[in-house]
């Protein structure tokens, strides 16, 4: 099993936590955050991939530093090898760059300078050359790629070479009696898309109705249960649909219905490996490759919880390794004095929060363990907080969850009930449960669920991720 696999099985995905994604600006943060981290994660010690970074850019969610690693890396390859690119592997790099809110037509690493867009063209330009012989030189699938990434870089080609690579693409799959793959169809619609209504402005009734043409064909793969042509294919699909939904018939697609298969996918480990995967986000996000060029680098936060990113010691974020701005109190076993409910308001913040607290600056002292304490609200999707605590050896949960609250009452109130069947968790930060809609939902950092926070006690460097959470069955 791979560790891209092993990390997303922590998403404790149900169907009931999801909102309508479609037409939504802002999804359910918490199946996507963590697929987030879990795609940085599998990337550690691995070849720079443009598709994630592109992924990790229309994403709503930052790692600013993982991510400026991963664009330099790019560029290096730019530098070095981008005359060896194939016109794919060009127009991705391109999208990369866009999606950074960097210039594709100067690549600048020290000294040396590269026109991508430029090279990409000529790359193009040879393609074109040889559909006159029935077929590019590569395929339309490379062919698509690059008509997108050029109209993305304000590079429009005339409408009569675009008439021609997909009037060509028509008769080859006519004369060869084949259906193109979905992916190919769906880069094919984005690229149409940008090509006639987006970046540049053909029009003309042929590039028209080889968009209405590809559109319909993509439609005809969607499956009952929402799958476009197989799961691989259905992010980049739902992006296509989702950018030409004004070609869409009436009720002739549920895109809720295809998200949710996608996060269905993400809770099996299906997406395991990061090109997948960055099909996948962009969809999630409920944006499209479209999307690049629109985006304002200068206004990202760096507010993806750390739960997961790169560490050079460890692979969790360890006390040891940060030095607390403030002199911070040795930690002492918590004290368990019950707290009652409270019946404030609840506040709602629409952004994300991250607190990391570290409670001492030697997490390796005796008798101590390390446990990451999360909270996420998936219902409101307004925050997602996480602190790194050390606390005794044999601490419960419910250890765990007060010394949280002793550290940091503003971010990680808690309000519980002691009764004769044990804690019942009646608050968090101020969201307080509906006995018949939602609940406060725990597990592991192995998603294993934890049902009596008192009796379980963590492990050094295991997580505890609590969720405010739908019911999966409303109770009668």
């Known amino acids: 099993m791979s560790t891209l696999t092993l990390l997303i099985l922590l998403l404790p995905i149900h169907t009931a936590i999801l909102c309508q994604l479609c037409g939504t600006p802002v999804p359910a943060r918490g199946p996507v955050a963590f697929f987030l981290r879990a795609l940085l994660r599998s990337m550690e010690g691995t070849r720079p991939d443009p598709h994630a970074l592109i992924a990790l850019r229309l994403a709503r969610q930052h790692d600013l530093s993982r991510e400026g690693q991963i664009l330099r890396l790019l560029k290096q390859d730019v530098v070095e090898d981008g005359t060896e690119f194939s016109p794919g592997t060009a127009a991705w790099h391109i999208l990369a760059l866009l999606a950074s809110c960097e210039d594709p037509h100067s690549v600048v ?27 590019p030189l590569t395929d339309y699938h490379q062919v698509s790629l690059a008509i997108l990434a050029l109209c993305k870089a304000s590079i429009c080609l005339p409408a009569e070479m675009i008439e021609k690579i997909f009037c060509s693409a028509v008769q080859l799959s006519i004369r060869e009696e084949f259906t193109y793959p979905v992916d ?15 970046n540049c402005n053909h029009r003309t009734p042929v590039i028209k109705s080889a968009l209405q043409s590809v559109v319909t064909h993509i439609l005809g793969n969607v499956r009952s249960d929402g799958t476009i042509g197989d799961l691989s294919t259905t992010g980049v699909a739902v992006q ?44 999630l996000e409920n944006r499209t490759l479209l999307d690049i060029d629109t985006l304002n680098c200068s206004t990202d936060t760096d507010d993806l919880p750390s739960l997961f990113r790169k560490s050079p010691i460890a692979a969790y974020p360890r006390a040891a390794t940060t030095t607390p701005t403030h002199p911070t109190p040795t930690p002492t076993h918590p004290t ?6 409270t019946h404030t308001s609840q506040t709602r913040t629409h952004r994300v929060h991250m ?18 304490y999360t909270v996420m609200d998936a219902v409101n999707n307004n925050f997602t907080q996480w602190l790194i605590l050390n606390v005794p050896l044999g601490s419960s949960a419910l250890d765990i969850l007060k010394e949280a ?15 004769p069947w044990g804690v019942v968790i009646t608050g968090i930060n101020g969201l307080y449960p509906n006995m018949f809609t939602t609940q406060w939902y725990f597990i592991t950092g192995q998603n294993h669920q934890i049902n009596d926070l008192e009796e379980f006690t963590p492990s050094d460097g295991d997580t505890i991720l609590a969720i405010f959470t739908h019911r999966l069955i409303p109770n009668k």
């Open 405 to 419: 609250e002793r550290i940091s009452p503003e971010r990680f109130r808690l309000d519980y009930l002691q009764t």
């Open 336 to 341: 368990p004095t019950p707290t009652h409910p």
């Open 240 to 283: 296509a649909l989702t950018a030409n939904q004004d070609l869409l018939p009436p009720g002739s697609w549920e895109c809720r219905k295809s998200v949710e298969k996608l996060l269905q996918g993400i809770s099996n480990g299906t997406f395991s490996n990061p090109l997948a995967a960055s099909l996948a986000i962009p969809a």
């Open 355 to 372: 607190a990391r607290i570290i409670t001492a600056s030697t997490a390796s002292s005796t008798g101590y363990i390390s446990v990451n």
């Open 109 to 135: 690493v020290e000294d040396q300078r590269v026109n991508l867009a430029a090279l990409l063209m000529e790359k193009l330009r040879t393609d074109i050359v040889h559909v006159d012989n029935g077929r």
């Open 184 to 198: 190919t169809m769906s880069i094919a619609a984005l690229a149409l898309r940008c090509m006639s209504f987006g």
